[in-house]
């Protein structure tokens, strides 16, 4: 572990620090011989006194171009900033820009002296050498050479502690005049980084995209997660914490009860969510990417939602905390001046995070950054380990390196949590000691699911119908019954005629459907992952009728892909199976039958299937090549009590036609179960699919089945 | 107008002078306490002669102001 401890570094940061005043003074000498040059007072006076006029704008004309003076100094906006720009387009550069990036070269140097590593490596140094020194085509040279021969993670990790100064010294003396000014921000330490340092794209451009209120739902957390989260408040409990609920959406939100007996509560915010730029949850990396550049984000408006949901009362004390995206996202609650109206904010420790620019709107707030140097993460505000400013004396800021030099693998939260643990007693000591109001029992947590905007209601508007309840033989039961996740597959096979119709005699629904002559035979099975009546799997087998009333002119296949509702033609059940006694209960409303209650295996992907009933059936293979269409309603009909039923599933998510299928169905060998005695009775032990419909992701409404007069 | 930008212009001149001087003692300071970059005498004798060079024409851009 190491700081800016050393004194030689120490001194070097104080003279870049001073050749940075005198860059600004130089600056703004350029700034004012610009204006005199450019100012309409002076041109008016060309006919009273056109030598003198003439003489002056000579004068002015070499103040602000001279190569050995201000150099090519045309500075200070309006139509000095389009010369400027043709100039630095042009090479020409100001003697302001050679005094900020000598002040740049001492940071470098500086920050070699804590990490010797950047000049003992000869292609870092190469890669540096030529930045400073302004060879575009050699540093670019040596940064592919570098990247071949680390790999870009590796690379990027060494570069690090430099990163934010060889970018800016490259900025100020390339001959793209739109990263200027970032350069400047970043060389001066005077503001957060407006744009790109390399391409000079607007960050704010960028940031601004992330749009929303944000918005906060109450969710639980799965058992196995709160039984990790700490029962006690500290600084190594709250970070345990975020690494707990991890990149995932979600935030924390903990009451403590502290030492004083006051009741007092913690915001806990992770990161950066893994996966697509620009999702609906604030976490996205434009997410990310707004809460560093801007002064509210989506992230913390979500943040403040959840805090206003929470319940706090006015003026309760409120510790935040936050990890990379979510320290950026804490700070940006902290210096929101009416959330700290409503609660005192008493501290705010940001791990990871690019936070150098905010400023928290109370000023009793204690806050507290803990960054790594090869962590690139909170360099993306401009500022890493070769700063020399002084931003925030009043903050207590832990910058350190540590062995590993390796990102992301340092920016992990389990890292720092590990560094702070075991190597920064100091740092770790302090800040607990900070927290000390906090280090009590935890009395309450509740977990959060965030969003940029209020989401609609899970399910909306498939699932929006009106309830009813009706007394079940275990109960009373709400249908229809509404599954929010669910899959299903759906094979058809080819069965013995003779035995289907068998099933089907006396019924009234008969003959079966007939496919070369064989019957048809839809095996249907179903994962109901989240339902209004708990998660449960079923299978059914269904010999396909045409209906009630049988029409010779029905074409079944078009008949098949109608909507439930004008569907006639439908699969007999003779045999079903459920896995939860729930399930069992409500089956005979919604299907007319009695399932089976057996154990049900459920895997499909895009590609395979693996079904499994008890010591009854496999079902399983390769769904080959599959057509996207919309997932199919399913209709079931029986007979119960001498009446005929007519069952439907209607059905909202994408699916995919298998018209080849690999998919085998196997009964278990040796196996008494009624079920394993139909599928032989069917010929369909060892049976192929002839083809198939799967649903990997669906919402289904499933209501009770309804008597249809008797065919 | 023009004797306010003279004198804005004078008072940049004596300001860029200040800033030879302070570079000059800066480069000064860190060789006497041997922590200067070898680099680093010819970028500042550099500053420090362009900071000398630019004052002068500041300087003589507000006297051509002022007439």
Redesign the interface.
Known sequence: MNGKADP?AE??RG?AR??VD?AI??Q??AA??T??LT?G??LR?LPRSPR?AH??Y???L??TT?G????YAFTGGGPATAVAKIGAMAGAES?AV??LA?SL??RI?AVALDHPELTGDPMLTRLIGAAAADRDLEAVRALRALVKDRGAVRALSQLAPVFGEVLALRALLDENPLNDATAWLIATGRGFATADPITGMSNRAIAVRDTGEGAARRIDLPPEESARLSGRGSLLGFLANIGVIGTTGRILLQSVRGPDGVLRHVLQAPGMRAGRPDTDSPQDLLGAFSSAVLASSPYSRALAKAVADYGLPQGAELALVGHSAGGAAIMNLAQDAEFCARHTVTHAVSIGAPVDFKRPADPRTWVASVTNQHDIIPTLDGQGAGNCFDLHPDWYVVDYSDATHLFPTCHRIDRYLANLADDLPEAHDHIDERLAPYRGPVVRTQAYLLFDDPPDPEGFPFLSVPTHTVDGPAGPVELPIRCQDGGALTAYFAADPGAADALLKGTGFGPAVRVAGRALVAVHTAENRRTSSGGYHELHLGVVVPGPWPRRSLLLWPDLLRDAGRRRSGGFLVGSAVDTEAARAVAPLVWGDEPYLTPLGFRLTRRHAHVSVGDVLTLRGRLGPGLPVNDRDLVGYTRAAGTALRSCVRTHGPARLHPVPLLRLAVAPGSAHPLAGRLRDLGLDGARALLCLSATTRRTLVDAAVAVPSP | ??AE?AE??RL??H??TA?AE??RE?QE??EA?G?A?Q??RE??N??V???V??A???K??A???N?
């Not at chain 1, 050995?68 to 150099?71: D, I, K, P, T, V």
């Open positions: 030689v001194s070097l003279a001073e050749l005198a003074t130089i703004e000498a004012h011989a204006a005199a100012d007072a002076l006076t003198a003489r002056a000579r004068a002015l070499r103040a001279n050995r003076g201000l150099g003697l050679h005094v000598t070269r001492l140097a | 107008m023009s930008h804005i212009l940049d001149a300001a860029l800033c302070r570079l800066l300071r860190l306490e922590v970059p680099w680093l970028s500042v550099a500053h002669a362009a900071c060079e630019a002068a024409d500041l003589a851009a006297e051509r102001l007439r």
